[in-house]
């Protein structure tokens, strides 16, 4: 049973299988009509104490599309937190509205943990500064599963910020559950993977490279994320690495086969544009698959009926 989402670790085998089977259910159902009544007064609360486009908007459409009600805190600087407020009281603070879930973001790593034991709603962490971003990985691997049929036996490429992103490691912790993943992780020496993360993913093959180019075999994905210039705090190493990797059409070609193009955006320099007519990119599926598989998980933490789903 889930109760709080903090780390992609937590989900087993099955759990994702629920979450993706209802997940493509609700996107058929969704294709069809704008609503489907599963939480019905229900509140879910958005707190994002960092910048956020996709998830935050994804998690208010996910919890709309299944007609409950959302309450966003607001930017930081319009609230107490600006007058110094602490993080402690603002969760003990929101609890006593009594959401039914609470969304956070935050730079700070454990911050989501951290609330979970204030509050007594279920608390889903939407990114803890370079830690963690579980429900990306969720929707990353749903993509992977609607594009290619399977996620066991896959090669996935990931590239980039390696280091200071979160998506890079919640996504190798969510792939290191199913079996036989080969990992290649492809980054400049210095945003290479985290230890941490080459431990979760140690039962299965990883190769670690620093250019696309030296991949030798044929890759299922390639995953790619962008310089997180908030947290590398230097604007000489941002410049030095900044265009140090640029996926083109040119250099797919290179690669045996052109593989699923990924990323959880927003790209900057690392992802030309001109990969968007490739039938291979799959970005933008990605951001819309966001919506099914946070309003699935949703049906998981608020224990709603779904018997609905499944009759029709
Ligand atoms: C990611 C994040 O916030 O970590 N964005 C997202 O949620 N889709 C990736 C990023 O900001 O680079």
New binding site residues.
């Given amino acids: 049973m889930l109760r709080h989402v903090i780390s992609a670790k937590q989900f087993d085998h099955d759990t994702l299988a629920d979450i993706f089977s209802t997940a493509k259910i609700l996107k058929n159902k969704l294709s069809e009509r704008r609503v489907v009544k599963l939480a019905v007064d229900r509140i879910l609360m958005t707190v994002f104490l960092e910048p ?1 486009t ?2 935050r908007l994804s998690f208010v459409y996910a919890m709309k599309r299944l007609a409950g009600d959302v309450v966003d805190f607001g930017p930081e600087e319009v609230t107490s937190r600006a007058k110094g407020e602490s993080f402690e009281d603002t969760m003990r603070m929101l609890d006593g509205y009594a959401p039914d879930v609470i969304v956070l973001r935050s730079r700070e790593v454990g911050a989501a943990e951290k609330a979970s034991k204030i509050v007594r709603c279920p608390v889903i962490n939407a ?1 803890d500064g370079w830690n963690e ?1 579980p429900t ?1 990985a969720l929707l990353d691997v749903y993509t992977i599963w609607e594009q290619l049929g399977k996620v066991d036996g896959l090669r996935i490429a990931i590239m980039g910020d390696l280091r200071y ?3 890079p490691s919640s996504l190798s912790y969510l792939l290191a559950k199913y079996r036989d993943i080969t990992f290649y992780y492809v980054a400049p020496p210095q945003l290479q993977i985290r230890e941490e993360v080459l431990k979760e993913v140690s039962h299965h093959t990883v190769h670690q490279l620093s250019r696309l180019e030296e991949i030798r075999d044929e890759v299922d994905v390639l995953y790619v ?2 310089l ?1 210039k908030e947290r590398l705090g230097d604007e000489n190493l941002y410049q030095q690495l900044r265009g140090s990797y640029v996926v083109t059409v040119d250099l797919l070609k290179k690669l045996r086969k052109i593989p699923l193009i990924m990323h ?3 790209r900057v320099d690392e992802l030309s544009t001109e990969v968007d007519a490739l039938p291979q990119a799959k970005y933008f599926v990605q951001a819309e698959n966001g919506v099914y598989v946070r309003a699935a998980l949703l049906t998981k933490l608020l224990n709603l009926d779904t018997s609905v789903l499944h009759s029709g």
């Fill in positions: 956020s996709r998830t990114g971003h990306q992103g979160r998506t994320t962008r997180q959880p955006l927003p």
